[in-house]
C-alpha cells in the first residue's frame, strides 16, 4: 500500500521513493463567490482486506477519532484557553462569543468528518481521492477514471453519513463513560442537525434535482441496483432524517451547551442508560438504527437494533459493542457482537481488543476480528479475518475535565 498526500511544506523531509508530497494553493468558486481550501489526501490501496494481516477496528470510526482530538484541542487548548486567560467565560457575553468561535468550529469538523467518510469507501476500492472544503461545504472528488461496480458506488454514496454516524457514537461513548462536557456536546448536536437538514430539507427531499448530491446519486443507483425501483419511497428517506434527530442524546447536547452560556457549567452527569437513534444510507436501503446503551460498573453496553427498508422486507440485524471492560487495574478490553440477516442470508462479524498502557493517557490495542459478508456500518462488504490495532488517546477525554 502506498500513501500520497498534498501538504507541500513538509516535502523536503521525506525520499520521493517513499511519499511524495505536493503543494495545494486555495481556491475561490467564481459562482458562489464562496472562499475554499483544495486539500488532498490520495490513498492508493493495492491489496483487497481480506488479504491484509492487521486491519484497523474500524477506519470510519478511527477518522472520528482523529476529528474528535482536533476539534477538542481546538475548542479546550486553544478557544478556552485564550477565554480563560482574558476572562471572557465568566460572563454570559464572553461565553456567547466563545461559542461564537465554537460553533463554526464544530459545523466544520461535522463537514469533514462526512467527507472522509466518503473517502475511506473511495479508498476501499483503490481511488485516490481530493477533497475540496468551503465555508459551508465540502466536496470528495475521486482522481481515477476506474469503472467501480455498483454496490461499490452506493457505499460511497452513503459513506458520509457513516462517517457522522461513527463521530456521534464516538462522542456519546466518551459521554456515557467520562461525563458530559459542553464544549464537544454541540460536536454531536452539529453532526445530528446537519445530517438530518442535508436529508430532510435538501433538494431531494424538495423533489429538485441537483448533481452530485448524495442522496440524489444514492437513489439513482439504488433504482438501478432494484431493475428500476429503489425498494424504498422519498418519505422513507425524509422519516430516517427525522429519526436520526429524536435522539435523546440531541436534546441534552443542546441543552448542555445552551447551559454553559447561560451559567458556566462545563461538566454535566449523564444518566446511566440513554437511548439514541441513527439514520444510514445502505446497499440494502434506508437503514434505521435504534440502540440502547447503558453503563454498569465502569463499562459501556450498548445493545443495538437495525432496519433496512426494501422490497422484500428481510434486512435487519443487531448485536451488542462493549467498551471498557476491566480486566486488570490497567488493561481493558472492547468487544463487539454483530449478526444480521441481509438478502435472506445469516451474517455476522465479531470483534475483541485488548488495551495496554504504552505512555500516560495512551493506550494501545490489539486484538482480532472476523467477519462474514453483509454490511456494516463502516466496514468493507466482504468478509474478511484478521488481527487489530487501535489506540485509545485519554488525555483527550480528560482534558475537559477541569
Known amino acids: 500500500m502506498s500513501v500520497t498526500m498534498n501538504t507541500g511544506a513538509i516535502k523536503k523531509y521525506f525520499p520521493a521513493t517513499q511519499t511524495e508530497f505536493e503543494s495545494s494553493k486555495g481556491s475561490a468558486k467564481a459562482a458562489s463567490y464562496e472562499p475554499s481550501v483544495s486539500v488532498s489526501a490520495k490513498l492508493h490501496y493495492e491489496t483487497p482486506y481480506y488479504q491484509i494481516p492487521v486491519y484497523p477496528t474500524?477506519?470510519?470510526?478511527?477518522?472520528?477519532?482523529?476529528?474528535?482530538?482536533?476539534?477538542m484541542f481546538a475548542?479546550?487548548?486553544?478557544?478556552?484557553?485564550?477565554?480563560?486567560?482574558?476572562?471572557?467565560?465568566?460572563?454570559?457575553?464572553g461565553r456567547a462569543l466563545q461559542y461564537g468561535i465554537t460553533v463554526p468550529l464544530g459545523l466544520f469538523q461535522?463537514?469533514?468528518?462526512?467527507?472522509?467518510?466518503?473517502?475511506?469507501?473511495?479508498?476501499?476500492?483503490?481511488?485516490?481521492?481530493?477533497?475540496?472544503?468551503?465555508?459551508?461545504?465540502?466536496?470528495?472528488?475521486?482522481?481515477?477514471?476506474?469503472?467501480?461496480?455498483?454496490?461499490?458506488?452506493?457505499?460511497?454514496?452513503?459513506?458520509?453519513?457513516?462517517?457522522?454516524?461513527?463521530?456521534?457514537?464516538?462522542?456519546?461513548?466518551q459521554t456515557m463513560l467520562y461525563g458530559g462536557d459542553a464544549r464537544n456536546s454541540f460536536l454531536y448536536f452539529a453532526n445530528k442537525l446537519n445530517q438530518t437538514y442535508?436529508?430532510?430539507?435538501?433538494?431531494?427531499?424538495?423533489?429538485?434535482?441537483?448533481?452530485?448530491?448524495?442522496?440524489?446519486?444514492?437513489?439513482e443507483n439504488?433504482?438501478?441496483?432494484?431493475?428500476?425501483?429503489?425498494?424504498?419511497?422519498?418519505?422513507?428517506?425524509?422519516?430516517?432524517?427525522?429519526?436520526?434527530?429524536?435522539?435523546?442524546?440531541?436534546?441534552?447536547?443542546?441543552?448542555?451547551?445552551?447551559?454553559?452560556v447561560a451559567t458556566g457549567e462545563k461538566r454535566y452527569d449523564i444518566p446511566d442508560f440513554l437511548p439514541r437513534t441513527g439514520f444510514l444510507l445502505t446497499p440494502l436501503g434506508p437503514e434505521y438504527y435504534f440502540s440502547t446503551p447503558f453503563r454498569y460498573n465502569k463499562t459501556l453496553f450498548d445493545p443495538y437494533f437495525r432496519m433496512a427498508v426494501n422490497s422484500d422486507g428481510n434486512s435487519?440485524?443487531?448485536?451488542?459493542?462493549?467498551?471498557?471492560?476491566?480486566?486488570?487495574?490497567?488493561?481493558?478490553?472492547?468487544?463487539?457482537?454483530?449478526?444480521?440477516?441481509?438478502?435472506?442470508?445469516?451474517?455476522?462479524?465479531?470483534k475483541d481488543v485488548v488495551y495496554f498502557?504504552?505512555?500516560?493517557?495512551?493506550?494501545?490495542?490489539?486484538?482480532?476480528?472476523?467477519?462474514?459478508?453483509?454490511?456494516?456500518?463502516?466496514?468493507?462488504?466482504?468478509a474478511y479475518y484478521g488481527f487489530v490495532v487501535d489506540t485509545k488517546i485519554e488525555d483527550v477525554r480528560f482534558s475537559a475535565r477541569e
Open 58 to 71: 474500524n477506519t470510519t470510526a478511527a477518522i472520528g477519532k482523529a476529528n474528535y482530538t482536533a476539534f
Open 75 to 93: 475548542a479546550n487548548e486553544v478557544v478556552n484557553a485564550i477565554a480563560s486567560k482574558t476572562g471572557a467565560d465568566e460572563n454570559i457575553v
Open 110 to 173: 461535522g463537514i469533514v468528518q462526512h467527507e472522509t467518510g466518503h473517502g475511506y469507501r473511495y479508498w476501499e476500492q483503490g481511488v485516490p481521492v481530493e477533497y475540496e472544503f468551503g465555508v459551508t461545504n465540502g466536496r470528495t472528488c475521486p482522481q481515477s477514471d476506474k469503472e467501480l461496480p455498483l454496490e461499490a458506488r452506493i457505499l460511497m454514496n452513503g459513506g458520509g453519513f457513516e462517517g457522522n454516524h461513527a463521530l456521534t457514537n464516538y462522542i456519546a461513548d
Open 198 to 219: 442535508y436529508i430532510a430539507v435538501g433538494p431531494y427531499a424538495r423533489g429538485e434535482h441537483k448533481d452530485n448530491n448524495d442522496v440524489y446519486n444514492y437513489v
Open 222 to 260: 439504488m433504482t438501478e441496483l432494484g431493475g428500476g425501483d429503489p425498494g424504498f419511497t422519498r418519505d422513507d428517506i425524509r422519516f430516517g432524517a427525522y429519526w436520526n434527530l429524536a435522539d435523546p442524546t440531541t436534546l441534552l447536547t443542546l441543552y448542555n451547551s445552551l447551559r454553559y
Open 316 to 350: 435487519y440485524g443487531g448485536g451488542v459493542h462493549m467498551k471498557n471492560i476491566n480486566l486488570d487495574k490497567r488493561i481493558s478490553m472492547d468487544a463487539d457482537v454483530d449478526v444480521w440477516v441481509q438478502d435472506k442470508e445469516l451474517g455476522g462479524m465479531f
Open 357 to 382: 498502557p504504552i505512555n500516560n493517557g495512551m493506550e494501545l490495542g490489539i486484538g482480532g476480528s472476523a467477519k462474514s459478508r453483509g454490511y456494516v456500518p463502516g466496514q468493507p462488504l466482504d
